[in-house]
């Protein structure tokens, strides 16, 4: 049974940061891209970062440098650390599994991020 098990949201002050966790399970966990995507109340889910296999990290025109994707393959766990958060940041977010050649898709239940005074 595949579980994604996020960890690390919370309620910060706009400027603050959050480090988000999600520790995998019952997947080769080296094979598979990773990513966080989030989705705010009334709108679509969206990508924050992504990162390949190979270590390449790709971020959501939104972030501007401010977020870091990164995993680590034998704790089998992908990190997302956002710094200088704001409250359009506000959202559920998601970590995402993926690899296409075998056509796997998995999805974590979300951690919400407030941002907020």
Not at 35 to 48: D, M, S, T
Request: proline share 3%; aromatic share 10%; glycine share 12%.
């Amino acid at each position: 049974q595949v579980q994604l098990v996020e960890s690390g949201g919370g309620l910060v002050q706009p400027g603050g940061s959050l480090r988000l966790s999600c520790a995998a399970s019952g997947i080769l966990f080296r094979i598979f891209e990773m990513g966080w995507y989030r989705q705010a109340p009334g709108k679509e889910r969206e990508l924050v970062a992504r990162i390949v296999t190979g270590g390449m990290a790709t971020y959501g025109d939104f972030v501007k440098g401010r977020f870091t994707i990164s995993r680590d393959n034998p704790q089998n766990t992908v990190y997302l650390q956002m710094n200088s958060l704001k409250p359009e940041d506000t959202a559920v977010y998601y970590c995402n599994a993926a690899n296409s050649r075998l056509g796997r898709v998995h999805w974590g239940q979300g951690t919400q991020v407030t941002i907020s005074s």
